[in-house]
């Protein structure tokens, strides 16, 4: 099983926009509109921020957004805060299976 | 408010199988439209998805696990079960349960169990 490839870390400055990357195949991110994205800080389970490729939860701030273009589908969080300092990982179908992001450690500097 | 709790045996001895539950509270496992999940991660590591069973009964595993992996529900006690067997010390991991909606998001996890293969 292929895991999707996201950078090891990105960072940011408070207020600043950042965004990460999650690049899959034909087989997974590119055939299925059902990317997630999950965020977790240390020691505690994750959180889903994001769902079908762009579909906040209730209750998640209109600061996380998501998109995807061919193979690759990406998590935008604008106006950094000291609280987005955390692992991020992507999720994608996979027909019958599911294929986890390798993460991605967000620092706010 | 749905919760779900993991529950089981924190050390397993190499070969031997892992066994752990899956309590659901606040709502009842046979709702349609989800399936039920099992997600580990080892130390330092990321996510890995195991598997899940559909509340149909239908269950989808990980290829790679496949062989060695079994998910069932009780639905008389509102819980579901993960058994993997013939565990090494590359099992070792904190193994989470989750809910996933129709769309695959993983949208309710339990808090995570450490599960430890040594002798």
């Given at each position: 099983q292929?895991?999707?490839?996201q950078?090891?870390?990105?960072s940011?400055?408070?207020?600043?926009s950042?965004?990460i990357?999650?690049t899959?195949?034909?087989?997974d991110?590119?055939?299925?509109?059902l990317v997630?994205?999950?965020q977790?800080?240390p020691g505690?389970a994750p959180k889903?921020?994001?769902?079908e490729?762009s579909?906040?939860?209730?209750?998640v701030s209109?600061?996380f957004?998501?998109s995807?273009s061919?193979?690759?589908a990406s998590?935008?969080i604008?106006?950094?805060?000291?609280?987005?300092?955390?692992?991020y990982?992507?999720?994608?179908?996979?027909?019958?299976?599911?294929h986890?992001?390798t993460g991605t450690?967000?620092?706010?500097l | 408010?749905?919760q779900?709790?993991?529950?089981?045996?924190?050390?397993?001895?190499?070969s031997q199988?892992?066994s752990?539950?899956?309590?659901v509270?606040?709502?009842s496992?046979s709702?349609g439209?989800y399936s039920?999940?099992?997600?580990r991660q080892?130390?330092?590591?990321?996510?890995?998805?195991i598997g899940?069973?559909?509340?149909?009964?239908?269950t989808?595993y990980?290829p790679?696990?496949k062989?060695?992996v079994?998910i069932?529900?009780?639905r008389?006690?509102n819980?579901?079960?993960?058994?993997?067997?013939?565990v090494?010390?590359?099992d070792t991991?904190?193994?989470?349960c989750?809910?996933?909606t129709i769309f695959n998001a993983?949208?309710?996890w339990?808090?995570?169990?450490m599960?430890?293969?040594?002798s």
């Amino acid at each position: 099983q292929s895991a999707l490839t996201q950078p090891a870390s990105v960072s940011g400055s408070p207020g600043q926009s950042i965004t990460i990357s999650c690049t899959g195949t034909s087989s997974d991110v590119g055939s299925y509109n059902l990317v997630s994205w999950y965020q977790q800080h240390p020691g505690k389970a994750p959180k889903l921020m994001i769902y079908e490729v762009s579909k906040r939860p209730s209750g998640v701030s209109n600061r996380f957004s998501g998109s995807k273009s061919g193979n690759t589908a990406s998590l935008t969080i604008s106006g950094l805060q000291a609280e987005d300092e955390a692992d991020y990982y992507c999720c994608s179908y996979a027909g019958s299976s599911t294929h986890f992001g390798t993460g991605t450690k967000v620092t706010v500097l | 408010q749905l919760q779900l709790q993991e529950s089981g045996s924190g050390l397993v001895k190499p070969s031997q199988t892992l066994s752990l539950t899956c309590a659901v509270s606040g709502g009842s496992i046979s709702s349609g439209g989800y399936s039920w999940s099992w997600i580990r991660q080892p130390p330092g590591k990321g996510l890995e998805w195991i598997g899940y069973i559909y509340h149909s009964g239908s269950t989808y595993y990980n290829p790679s696990l496949k062989s060695r992996v079994t998910i069932s529900v009780d639905r008389s006690k509102n819980q579901f079960s993960l058994k993997l067997s013939s565990v090494t010390a590359a099992d070792t991991a904190v193994y989470y349960c989750a809910r996933s909606t129709i769309f695959n998001a993983f949208d309710i996890w339990g808090q995570g169990t450490m599960v430890t293969v040594s002798s």
